[in-house]
């Protein structure tokens, strides 16, 4: 038995709700199946995190129908990534408010509309102002209401392993986009390329919420008296809640500095002298190897914890890019062995950062904080982006930028344990519960 605070309408003062459990729950069929429904769901709305695949084919057909070069046609994608990142933090406050289903309906709507207008776009600063629209309902049907749902529905000791399995849809969607995407641009060009992606964000969006998602089932609850003592562990969680919220977005935006790698990764391999046709094939190599990557990550934080995992990806972090940089003129063969390595330090964002969130601030918060880790996220993503070019324009190659990159993830994840540390002190009255207003005490021992 569990309880959480609520201020009551009739008295006007804190009283606590007790959660009652009758039955559980999870023994039954019914949410058993709604379960699997929206975990699946939410594997499909991770897909979406990777159709900004397509983004990259459109480049040369875009710089002909617009009459611009290539950096300026860049602005509309930095615009749809500033519009994602500024709008992460509210899709995560909405998410504690109301339905993830309607969330992502609406938001899935917008994005379409945005996509469709995009591709009939007259000029191109038209198209810089529908990827504004497009970031914003994007932002609503993608990782923060994915794993709002995983953090709902699933609240057994294996989230870490669910967390994996979900967040491995990126890669799945990584390997669909690059068969699909090229004969469209060949066939359809810009407008035929962008329908198409807006097609995908409808099905994976609207289509998917209304047929798959469901919302987690509220537990009933019964009003007593907050007990002193438990009111005061309440408060003393809360006022350590800014500073792990911090910790959290620091952390984020350090480590997330090497996120720009898949977006620079053709451009990378193709300036080390390896041809197109093989840096395809190891972009593919990448994306299967994500598909894989992210489960392995979840199983092993519950199987043997934070630590040994953290500890891990210190040495992916270190070993991957950095080991590219230093070693790829040995030959392909360094890059076909790092590239499955560099997958894995990928999974950090997907998987080992809301699994972080998740047990340092509670479930209650978890959506609004994880928001402002991804605006973090997806601020150093458009930040490195240029320094990423300027290390090849100062230097001739990528690599400063890949040892860079290498030890920022190091950093990062130096910061993100001290994040959960102090999380978990700050929080352990609750006990990963609702920090917002959770208190365990002694309904835990009964």
Known sequence: MGAICARNPILGRKTSMTTVQASEPATDTRYKTQRLMSTVG???????????????????????????????????????????????????????RFPVRNIVIVAGLLATASMTGMAFAPTFLWLSIGAVFFGIGFAGCGIVTANALISQWHTHGRTGTVFGFVASGVGVGGFVWGLIFPPVVSSGGFTGTMLLIALIVFICSVVNALVLVRSAPATPLILTPEPAGHRNQRKAALAGLGVVVALLVASSFIFALEGGWPLVMAAVLQSNGISLTTAGLMISLWALVAIVAKPILGHISDRVGMLPLFILLAIIFIVSLPGMALFGHLGEWVYFVLIPVV????????????????RSVGRSAFPQVYGFTLTAVSLAVAISLPLWGLSRDLTGSYN?????????????LALLYVARSVGRKKSAPTDEDDLSGAYVGASKSE
């Open 400 to 412: 400063a930028a890949m040892i860079c990159a290498g030890f920022a993830g190091v950093a990062g």
């Open 343 to 358: 997958s894995l330090a990928m999974g950090v964002n997907g998987v080992v950062l809301p699994l972080v969130v998740l």
């Open 42 to 96: 939410a594997g499909i709305l991770m897909m979406l995190m990777s159709v900004g695949i397509g983004f990259g084919f459109t480049v040369q057909v875009g710089m002909e129908r617009f009459g611009v070069g290539a950096t300026q046609y860049s602005i509309w994608m930095s615009a749809f990534q500033l519009s994602c990142a500024l709008s992460y933090s509210a899709i995560g406050a909405l998410a504690r």
